[in-house]
């Protein structure tokens, strides 16, 4: 076959020089047409939209057609061509066609439609859908728009350890790391394991956030990001929970809590406006194959700044709610730690915004969230999303190393393993603050997908770690 550079799907259907000789390369869609003419459609990734291949049969051997089957390899050689009927404006007139790989019809694609549970069990195979093709290159392109806002902003990619030997956050999450024999493992006269003699002499796990370490750096640095895999044991079978997941993290010094709301608002607003000026036709399909409210509510987030409550000012409203005749699956009271249904209602019922709410309980907060004067309150914001409850978890820091170890010591952190962390607040201490955001929940919200393990591409949760 005559060597032609190869044109991408997503360049060439934007090519007006027609009768130029190309090159595609991609994997058949679907194949119709009657006995003289063949219309191939093919996709190469690149984009949502396929090519049409035209193939005058009288010039091919019939043997070879046969071979051109759904899933299908080809690289075609033709004739770029004015398209009437193919919805695109160019199309592709068959010259020269070579079957890179066949597709025999045990191929799982060949009919449309498969649910999403299906298609779940051939995650190796289900980026060739239509959906995921969509769902994968929007991924793509919310991490571009990430690491270009933070950048453009002056911050800081820092990278945090994966491995890490303090459980900051709550035990009993964390996925043990490990080089000892569990066949045989030795135990103290307590019961307790000896892991002196393990890879790092102590024990270690995977990371279930880098923010300790990000403070580190912001410190130092003033303004960073972290963006990388997260790992959570929690044993949470929600459509919102992975134990693989990816998070964004910026933490920046002098920030206080209010630079920090209006800091995830921006960055939010300016990742959900990136989805809608560069990756339009995914969203479009997106929109149109599962949930036609997607764009209007993409657009929502745009209008207007999101509503700003503290936490027992939300707490009232669902109060009221539930006397009124609301019905939660779970109860509402000050101290609770609100579930998705109650963040939901206040965005989706209530406000019809995006919610952060601020001032939450000490209690049902982490040790390092910078402490209210009513003793009762720390300086936290979740930010509340339709459709998807908590995307956003973020504080100030408490910054005082008093106020910091004393809280520490109440709920029994270890505190040889918090030393290099006390150090920030004992040398040149400074107000700071920071949030997490869930990549998959941004993508949940940007996709319109329903479920967490199809915004990626390989999901881990509990009893699953296929592929
Ligand atoms: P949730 O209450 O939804 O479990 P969280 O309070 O445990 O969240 P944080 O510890 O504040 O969450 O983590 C910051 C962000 O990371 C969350 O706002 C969310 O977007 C994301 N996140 C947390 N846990 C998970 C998970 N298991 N899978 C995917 N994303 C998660
Ligand atoms: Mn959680």
Redesign the pocket.
Known sequence: MEKISRTKISELLKREDFGTMVNVKGWVRTKRGSKQVSFIAMNDGSTINNVQIVVDIANFDEEKLKLITTGACLSVNGVLTESVGSGQKAEVLAKEIEILGTCDNTYPLQKKGHSMEFLREIAHLRPRTNTFGAVFRIRHNMAIAIHKFFHEKGFFYFHTPIITASDC?GAGQMFQVTTMNLYDLKKDENGSINYSGDFFGKQASLT??GQLEGELAATALGAIYTFGP?F?A?N?NTP????E?W?IEPEVAFNDIYDNMELAEEFIKYCVKWALDNCYDDVKFLNDMFDKELINRLKGVLDGSFVRLAYTEGIKILEDAVAKGHKFEFPVYWGV?LA?EHERYLVEEHFKRPVILTDYPKEIK?FYMKQNEDGKTVRAM??LFPKI??????SEREADYDKLLTRIKELNIPMKDMWWYLDTRKFGSCPHSG????????LLFVTGMSN?RDVIPFPRTPNNAEF
């Open positions: 956050e279930v956030s997260t959570r929690e949470s919102r929970h992975l134990a997941f998070m730690d998705s982490a979740d930010v409850g908590e995307i956003i978890g973020g949030f997490g955001l869930g990549f998959e929940r941004l967490i």
